[in-house]
């Protein structure tokens, strides 16, 4: 579910109306002209809502979603799931002392959920859109959301005690990354292909572009290993 930034239609409902991401924000066809002019695709001349492309502006020019893939600046889901971030709401404030965890953006609240009384957060961070990492004393949080769990709405979080984990690998492929967590016996992935890290209980992803926050990440959550 979203809505037009400018008049605040839905794209779901029963007046609901077709809705386009500009820019990682989503517009109707009545409003989109007036506030970004004329959108079309720099590379293959695609003009929004006559595809079920969004489009992005790049170096100065836009670019369709399809383009974009093609060029390997961004995959299609991403963006798309960026964006749906965007627009989560934080119902209530970081409790005091958890500061860290608002670095989760929308799913400060599903960790928050699901920590113990007491138990504090050391270290969080967000990968790809719908998907977050976060550790305490006790355990270490594979958080997911929307479409990485198959639904808009969906949620989940995976808990994992630090007396369980093996080992957080950090993997690299061509576009994206994965940070991993094993006992020795839980599904491995492949960076080159995410589709299944993005669902994976035990990973997250993120964009290659962020790796060396992913390597300061690492080194932070390994320092518990060693506890």
Not at 59 to 82: P, S, V
Not at 158 to 168: A, C, I, L
Request: proline residues 4%.
């Amino acid at each position: 579910m979203a809505n037009c930034v400018t008049c605040g239609v839905s794209n779901l409902g029963i007046n609901r109306s077709p809705l386009v991401i500009v820019d990682g924000e989503w517009f109707c066809e009545d409003c989109l002209p007036s506030k970004k002019g004329r959108v079309r695709c720099s590379k293959c001349g695609k003009e929004p809502f006559g595809s079920d492309d969004h489009f992005k502006t790049v170096q100065g020019q836009f670019l369709c979603t399809e383009c974009m893939e093609k060029a390997g600046i961004m995959k299609k889901y991403d963006y798309i799931m960026q964006s749906i971030s965007k627009t989560v709401s934080v119902v209530k404030p970081p409790s005091a002392g958890n500061d860290m965890a608002a670095r989760l953006g929308g799913l400060r609240i599903l960790l928050d959920q699901n920590l113990s009384p007491g138990e504090t957060v050391t270290f969080a961070i967000q990968g790809n859109a719908g998907e977050g990492l976060a550790c305490s004393n006790s355990n270490i949080f594979i958080l997911k959301s929307g479409m990485a769990v198959g639904s808009i709405t969906g949620r989940k979080c995976s808990k994992f005690p630090w007396t369980q984990v093996k080992s957080v690998d950090l993997k690299v492929g061509n576009l994206y990354g994965i940070l991993e967590v094993s006992d020795g016996k839980m599904p491995q992935y492949d960076a080159n292909d995410i589709t299944r890290a993005k669902k994976a209980d035990n990973a997250i992803t993120f964009l290659l572009s962020r790796k060396s926050e992913f390597d300061e990440a690492l080194s932070s959550i390994q320092s518990h290993l060693r506890k």
